[in-house]
């Protein structure tokens, strides 16, 4: 089980709480409530170790601190107020506003081993709490996972941009591809999105296909408006109905007319990102 929480804890923030939650001697905070504006969403969780240190992010540390201060004078799960409303004046939020947080010395360690062992399975989990509050349970999402088809320097850098935000990524360039042939070893699920940085657009077709195919939640392509005709009359050939050839989003990225390999990259990564947090909120 350790190692499937190694696993877990290098792809994705969201599961790094619950992740070190699995070990005894650690407690589990959790957002079961927000008034006003704050920068985490309900459900976001934090982890206290045993010597007091944290694993996740609630704020800027002061939050942090006494989360892991109270915590350590429970012996069973409560919800309290911190911020506007608190019944004490001892702690301010500086966005003002209030949270309610369930803080739980000793969360269910079987509970939270499944979840993990769910996740690492690239299946959705569900964690009930322990305490009646507005949040009744906690619902995980897979890690997102990239599937980038494709060549030259837009590659290298949006590989090395997903790792530095802990994305797991899989590269797929001429290397590893066979012109007029699909993608061998390409795991595609509900939580990975395809990109296709093909300049040399012939190489596309197949992958195209296969990718739309699957179940993945997003497929962005580079190239602007002749590219995106001729692949869609393309594919429209081959047989794919118009709302699957409609799934592909062309140019790909946020960023209007990008004229360099980064920021191309830097541009599609985040509308990745952005799709991905709109089904977090979904749940």
């Known amino acids: 089980m ?14 790094e709480a619950l992740a070190a939650a699995c070990e005894v001697g650690v407690g589990l905070c959790t957002i079961v409530g927000i008034e006003g504006s704050f920068s985490r969403r309900i459900g976001a969780q934090l982890a206290v170790l045993a010597d007091g240190s944290t ?23 409560e919800v309290i107020r911190y911020g506007a409303g608190a019944s004490t004046i ?44 507005i949040l009744t349970e906690r619902v995980y999402l897979p890690a997102l996972r990239i ?28 290397s590893r591809l ?9 795991p595609l699920d509900r939580w990975t999105a395809a ?6 657009h012939e190489w596309e077709m197949p992958l195209i296909a296969q990718v739309l195919a699957s179940e993945v939640f997003f497929v962005g392509a580079q190239g602007g408006e002749n590219a995106r005709i001729s692949r869609a009359l393309e ?12 799934r ?24 990745v990102v952005a799709h991905y947090e709109r089904l977090r909120d979904q749940v």
């Open 2 to 15: 350790l190692q499937r929480v190694a696993d877990i804890t290098a792809h994705t923030e969201d599961h």
């Open 55 to 77: 694993v996740g992010s609630l704020a800027d540390g002061c939050l942090e601190a006494q989360l892991a201060s109270d915590i350590r004078n429970l012996t069973e799960a």
């Open 90 to 133: 001892d702690f301010r939020l500086p966005c003002g506003g209030g949270l309610d947080i369930l803080l739980d010395p000793a969360p269910d360690r079987v509970a939270c081993r499944r979840v993990i062992g769910e996740l690492a399975d690239r299946k959705p989990a569900r964690l009930a709490l322990p305490h009646r509050s």
């Open 147 to 174: 599937a980038a088809f494709g060549e030259g320097p837009e590659l290298g850098f949006l590989g090395d941009l997903a790792q530095a935000m802990g994305i797991d990524v899989e590269i797929y360039d001429k």
């Open 178 to 186: 066979s012109l007029g042939q699909q993608a061998a070893d390409c």
């Open 195 to 200: 990109l296709f940085l093909f300049h040399d």
């Open 235 to 246: 594919l429209a050939r081959q047989g794919l109905p118009e709302e699957q050839i409609a």
């Open 248 to 271: 592909v989003r062309s140019p790909v990225g946020l960023i209007p007319t990008c004229k360099t390999p980064a920021a191309l990259a830097l541009s599609a990564l985040a509308e």
